[in-house]
């Protein structure tokens, strides 16, 4: 009898790599170094590597660590789909079948359509990675219009009565996105005019992205790599100035990744080569009329701040 000849499916098929290309994209989405990765998921960083360089072949259990630290199922990393309903796809064949341009004017649509708010351009809500300027520009922003300015960290702090690193070291990663969550809910419900600093990562979450696009008159701050790292230097953060290469790759890495979803936004500051003042006055130019008619007699607001204490 000739002897059976065995390939491998998973070589055949490049699983493996496509796999490897979606982890590392969604560890660059939610910010999340390959240190981080390894830490929240118990699997080594060498393994990790070879993961996402699409050599690893990885256990089903390990698969599901590394998928739980990066918040998604691990049937997601393998692209198989749970039942789904007949609309669901619907939806989906007609968006396959579209542009690109379509299926933003198909988004926007929807957006509209279905908007959580009477009337979403009202509040503000700055997007970006850190070193954008999303602190300093919101925070003249909220003075300049008489509105409340809302730290979204500070509040998701003041929540969990603990700074971002505890709740990261004591709930990790899907725990502090329940608390973001709750944060920007209660938010929203307090304050029909506002102006609110969102986290960087806040968009790698589609729901709370959405929530944003469907209540807010959402800015993206946008910088060049090099433009986040001076700042962030400026800010006392030393780490870059030690690993320089490394922070860099992973800063650039986190853009890219993040840039479709950050261009979501109603509109794009560019504030590289701008002052802080020319900075406000471009993201002031952008506002829609409801927005821009101050209400000074409501008074300005500091609402939660990074020390976690509660200004007025």
């Not at 700055?126 to 219009?145: M, N, V, W």
């Not at 690993?243 to 979803?261: G, P, Q, T």
């Not at 406000?280 to 209400?295: C, M, N």
């Amino acid at each position: 009898m000739a002897a059976l000849s065995y390939t491998n499916p998973v070589e055949n098929t490049g699983l493996l790599t496509l796999v490897g290309k979606k982890v590392r994209s969604l560890r660059a989405l939610r910010g999340l170094t390959r240190k981080m990765l390894a830490m929240h998921s118990e699997v080594s960083e060498r393994y990790l590597a070879q993961l996402e360089q699409g050599r690893g072949n990885i256990s089903i259990a390990l698969l599901d660590r590394v998928a739980a630290a990066l918040k998604i199922e691990a049937a997601e990393l393998l692209q198989i789909r749970d039942h789904q309903t007949a609309e669901q796809v619907l939806v989906s064949e007609l968006l396959g079948e579209l542009g690109p341009d379509e299926q933003k004017l198909a988004l926007q649509m929807l957006y509209e359509r279905f908007s959580l708010s009477t009337n979403p351009q009202r509040r503000v809500a700055l997007i970006g990675l850190r070193g954008a300027g999303k602190t300093t520009i919101g925070t003249l922003l909220g003075k300049r219009l008489g509105l409340p300015f809302i730290h979204l960290v500070g509040a998701i702090e003041t929540l969990a009565g603990m700074d971002v690193p505890e709740i990261f070291a004591l709930s990790g990663q899907a725990g502090y996105r329940r608390l973001e969550e709750q944060a920007l809910v209660e938010t929203l419900k307090r304050h029909d005019r506002c102006v609110i600093e969102a986290g960087g990562s806040i968009v790698a979450e589609p729901r709370l992205l959405n929530m944003l696009l469907t209540t807010c008159h959402i800015v993206w701050l946008r910088a060049r790599a090099e433009k986040h790292m001076e700042r962030v230097v400026d800010q006392g953060e030393r780490r870059p100035m030690l690993d320089h290469d490394d922070v860099m790759s992973d800063l650039r890495l986190i853009l890219s990744e993040r840039e479709s979803f950050y261009a979501k936004a109603h509109v794009t500051v560019d504030t590289s080569d701008l002052t802080i003042e020319e900075s406000l006055d471009a993201v002031v130019r952008t506002l829609p009329d409801g927005i821009k008619q101050t209400d000074q007699s409501a008074g300005y607001q500091y609402i939660y701040d990074k020390n976690c204490q509660h200004r007025v």
